[in-house]
T-cell receptor, first 111, second 118 residues
Framework: QKEVEQNSGPLSVPEGAIASLNCTYSDRGSQSFFWYRQYSGKSPELIMSIYSNGDKEDGRFTAQLNKASQYVSLLIRDSQPSDSATYLCAVSGRSNYQLIWGAGTKLIIKP | GAVVSQHPSWVICKSGTSVKIECRSLDFQATTMFWYRQFPKQSLMLMATSNEGSKATYEQGVEKDKFLINHASLTLSTLTVTSAHPEDSSFYIC??????????????FGPGTRLLVL
């Protein structure tokens, strides 16, 4: 059974601090890794994708991938109250371009 | 780029009626579309994978005769909930796969359709 694990939270972070979200996956053959943000009552929106080991930065967001440890993380610098949402980690499966989803981590940024 | 629309955004219907939901990729061609369902405070649940011109692949436990999927073109997939019942009330979300720079494809989500069956 291929799995993607996330801490459900809630993770509470003060405004302006760095929020660190973590995800582990079980399938060593996974090639693509994604972070989505989902606000309450809305559909998920893509934040970052990462395919190679190391860091990938986009504005305040940094995705980190370590395939040897089967670990992917998302760092949010200078956290804002508008970053409060559920963050979903998704990992590629091996067929039909499906994604295997984590259950999500609820992030709360406190002013 | 990579915009996905969904229509309608809200639907309320009587028990026993059928409801059709449309999912369109507006600025790219999507050979694969996905249909998800999400109940309040729960995770996304993949219902089916839809490939243009072929039959959809349904996840275990999803009734293919109840949730009819048609992927008639590279930009349009429809989900029809037949003989809807109150337990079908949920948030239905589609996504469309667009080729990405990596090893696979990136899924872009529509805004979702909230279905309430009375």
């Amino acid at each position: 059974q291929k799995e993607v694990e996330q801490n459900s939270g809630p993770l509470s972070v003060p405004e302006g601090a760095i929020a660190s979200l973590n995800c582990t996956y079980s399938d060593r053959g996974s090639q693509s890794f994604f972070w989505y943000r989902q606000y309450s009552g809305k559909s998920p929106e893509l934040i970052m994708s990462i395919y190679s080991n190391g860091d990938k930065e986009d504005g305040r967001f940094t995705a980190q991938l370590n395939k040897a440890s089967q670990y992917v993380s998302l760092l949010i610098r200078d956290s804002q109250p508008s970053d409060s949402a559920t963050y979903l980690c998704a990992v590629s499966g091996r067929s039909n371009y499906q994604l295997i989803w984590g259950a999500g981590t609820k992030l709360i940024i406190k002013p | 780029g990579a915009v996905v629309s969904q229509h309608p955004s809200w639907v309320i219907c009587k028990s026993g009626t059928s409801v059709k939901i449309e999912c369109r990729s507006l600025d790219f061609q999507a050979t694969t579309m996905f249909w998800y369902r999400q109940f309040p405070k729960q995770s996304l649940m993949l219902m089916a994978t839809s490939n243009e011109g072929s039959k959809a692949t349904y996840e275990q436990g999803v009734e293919k005769d109840k949730f009819l999927i048609n992927h008639a073109s590279l930009t349009l997939s429809t989900l029809t909930v037949t003989s809807a019942h109150p337990e079908d009330s949920s948030f239905y979300i589609c996504s469309a796969a667009s080729p990405s720079g990596g090893a696979g494809e990136t899924q872009y989500f529509g805004p979702g359709t909230r279905l309430l069956v009375l």
